[in-house]
């Protein structure tokens, strides 16, 4: 008799021991019948889309089919009733730096304030973040929320730069702008917010889910939870509707090895949007530097390679550069630049031109509108991402980006917004064409913060 009560009690350890592990190595906060959603096809795929940007008032600049992206953060929230995820690279919503607060700041303080109040909805809210000693971290603490924090330095060597959002799973924002005031009022920024689209969300879940698991790890597993796998990629895209207009999606990630099977790495994304191109492929990015700045630096060929290819081999290809001018401006930038233009010096057969956004110069010596926008438009698709066209944040930080392809050419679709936004900016008297004989002082301008 006694025996059998040790066998039962030794099977019921077992069982314990079993349930643990399985909870322990798979994917975390899971709400049981997603991916059956998935597999039985009841999730959403018939979303509505919104551009959202940041256009500081310093900037006479019009919104173009866009919504601002304070309204559109606090309209997401609004829509809350379970859950948000938050990824962010920084968290300075609340100005603390200067003595007297900028007017400025008040949206970002506004957006804090709705934070920290989720926890009174019995809204659940998750952050995953790259600061161990942030101030508004633990006032978001103490208002309920969980923070994981996510060591790339130990990681990868590398720096946190994703930031996007997850809404009750069915709602997302991915963009250029992180958790900062700044973010909100004096750079100018570029985002995507899609309602009541479960299909494609879930999968940014996973990513979120990936970083979550990450929490003071100094080093990354063999491999990874198969509820971490993609569920779509370049070769699998999800069919959706974005606001009644058929158009195909997926996301992808930086660095290689934050991608488990399935996921569609950054650079693998980047580089189909650029071999599916036809007619132009813009670009809208904050730094372009083809270059790894480690102890020894030496030259990253990766993207500077894609966009040579497509300018060599595509007929009438018509690529369009638009850079940030500002402190952080590498002045090796240039030299990369003008060797993409000398491919088209003497052929009809391609187009290379190149611009510098150059902000608005404050009386007190800030940079005002710093072009912060991570993206490229074609004629085809749309990339959005976190992460600046420099080889060292590829290879070495966190970013992710979403991918949407349209066939159908009206004024509805993303990527024909997204056109327009590019061109809005192309031709507004902030972008200036570079010159043969004539550097732009970028870096002896001093901007209102860190990129």
Partial sequence: MKSQHKC???????????????????????????????????????????????????????????????AGLHDLLDQ???????????????????????????????????????????????????????????VLTK??????????????????????????RKHMYIGSAGMDWRSLSTMKELGIIIYNCSCLVLDLHKIFS?????????????????????????????????????????YSSSPDVFCPKDRTKDLEAINRVIQKAETFIYISITNYLPMLNRSQPKYWSRIDNMLREALILKKSIKVRLLISCWEQTDPLTLNFLWSLKALCTESVRCSVEVKFFIPQKQSNGHLYGVNHNKYMVTDRS??????????NEFVYSAGVGVVI?????????????????????????????IQPNKIPACSMHTASGSL
């Avoid at 889309?49 to 089919?65: A, G, R």
């Avoid at 809350?80 to 900028?102: D, F, G, M």
């Avoid at 749309?382 to 080889?391: A, E, P, T």
Wanted: negative net charge; proline residues 3%.
């Fill in 8 to 70: 039962i009690v030794i099977f019921a350890l077992v069982c314990c021991c079993a349930v643990l592990i399985a909870l322990i190595f798979s994917a975390v906060d899971v709400w049981g019948d997603d991916e059956d959603d998935i597999a039985d096809g009841k999730c959403s795929s018939a979303c509505r889309v919104v551009l959202v940007e940041n256009i500081p008032e310093d900037l006479s600049i019009p919104y173009k089919d866009t919504v601002s992206l304070a």
């Fill in 210 to 250: 990936l970083y979550w698991q990450l929490e003071y790890k100094e080093f990354l597993p063999s491999t990874w939870s198969k509820k971490l796998n993609a569920l779509y990629n370049r070769d699998n895209n999800l069919q959706l509707h974005l606001n009644d207009t058929e158009a195909k999606a997926y």
């Fill in 405 to 433: 392809s349209q066939q159908v050419k009206n004024n509805s679709t993303v990527v024909e917004r997204m056109k327009a936004v590019f061109e809005r900016d192309w031709h507004s008297h902030y972008s200036k064409t």
């Fill in 143 to 168: 208002s309920g929320a969980e923070v994981h924090y996510l060591n790339m330095t130990a990681l990868m060597k590398g720096q946190l730069n994703s930031s996007f959002w997850v809404v009750d």
């Fill in 80 to 138: 809350a009733h379970r859950s948000v995820e938050i990824v962010s690279p920084w968290w300075a919503l609340n100005s603390t730096e200067y003595e007297s607060k900028p007017p400025q700041a008040k949206q970002g303080e506004i957006l804090l304030h709705q934070l920290m109040s989720l926890q009174s909805r019995s809204v659940s809210l998750k952050v995953v973040s790259g600061l161990t000693n942030s101030s508004e971290l633990r």
């Fill in 382 to 391: 749309v990339y959005i991402g976190n992460l600046n066209w420099v080889g």
